[in-house]
């Protein structure tokens, strides 16, 4: 089974004082802010950019989580496409993309210009901590096992299942792909699965979908940046069933 080792013991001791696995922020600083007001070590599930007003300063706010040794983020498709970017790859555009962009290279916003790059090569794609995953989009039983790939190169299965979930062949009426939650029922049995990507939720709480092969999925994007709000969920460590949302 893989689990990330590459945490030092200063990590593994602010680990200690449990942990707190938040949703999907899209550039809503404030809500971060309250979201890391914590003694707990930081588990973002990806996509800290685009749509709300402020990417460059949730970016700068994550950063200094991660120098400060509470916290970490995993990569997102909208931090993907942010990376590759700013590694001068031809891309579609977008406007939520052009604004962050234009946000990181405002004269303000330097610092965060200068260390975003290298935080977002180094972003896992997925985590396992014993029976439970944290992953953007969607789980595959084959993270048990294997490490990440580097999340801005190319993209392999298990990298687009992490990053785009698992999607059919169809468009949606609003131009994106069609995406199925078939892969909660190969969740193995007492294996939790924290994600984000998908806001499945209608009552703005994290969203726990049991699978059929005995796991479960708690999707933790409740809207943060899309009119919705930030949400986290807060656990012990290691990691139990019980946990403690806030919406």
């Not at 990330?4 to 680990?15: F, Y």
């Not at 290298?118 to 969607?138: D, K, N, S, Y």
């Not at 792909?177 to 709480?205: A, K």
Request: hydrophobic fraction near 40%.
């Amino acid at each position: 089974m893989f689990t990330d080792t590459r945490h030092d013991e200063n990590v593994k001791n602010a680990m200690r004082k449990g942990l707190r696995i938040v949703g999907d922020v899209h550039g809503d600083l404030e809500a971060f802010r309250h979201a890391v007001a914590t003694d707990r070590f930081i588990i973002q599930l990806g996509d800290l950019v685009d749509y709300g007003p402020d990417s460059a300063g949730v970016l700068r706010l994550m950063l200094q989580v991660q120098r400060e040794g509470r916290g970490l983020f995993l990569i997102g498709n909208h931090d993907r496409k942010l990376g590759r970017a700013l590694m001068g790859k031809k891309l579609r555009s977008s406007p939520h993309l052009d604004e962050t962009l234009a946000q990181l290279t405002a004269p303000d916003n330097a610092d965060v210009l200068h260390d975003v790059l290298p935080a977002l090569e180094q972003a896992p794609a997925w985590l396992v901590m014993g029976r439970t995953v944290f992953v953007h989009g969607a789980f595959e039983p084959h993270m048990l096992n294997e490490p990440p790939p580097p999340p801005l190169g190319r993209v392999t299965y298990l990298l687009s299942r992490a990053l785009f979930g698992e999607t059919t062949s169809r468009i949606q009426a609003d131009g994106y792909p069609e995406r199925t939650l078939n892969w909660v029922n190969h969740i193995p049995d007492g294996y939790t699965v924290y994600c984000g990507h998908d806001q499945r939720s209608t009552n703005g709480c994290p969203l726990t979908i049991p699978g059929r092969a005995g796991g479960r999925a708690i999707f933790v994007d409740t809207g943060a940046g899309k009119g919705g709000h930030l949400a986290w969920v807060d656990l012990p460590y290691p990691p139990v069933e019980e946990n403690f949302f806030v919406c």
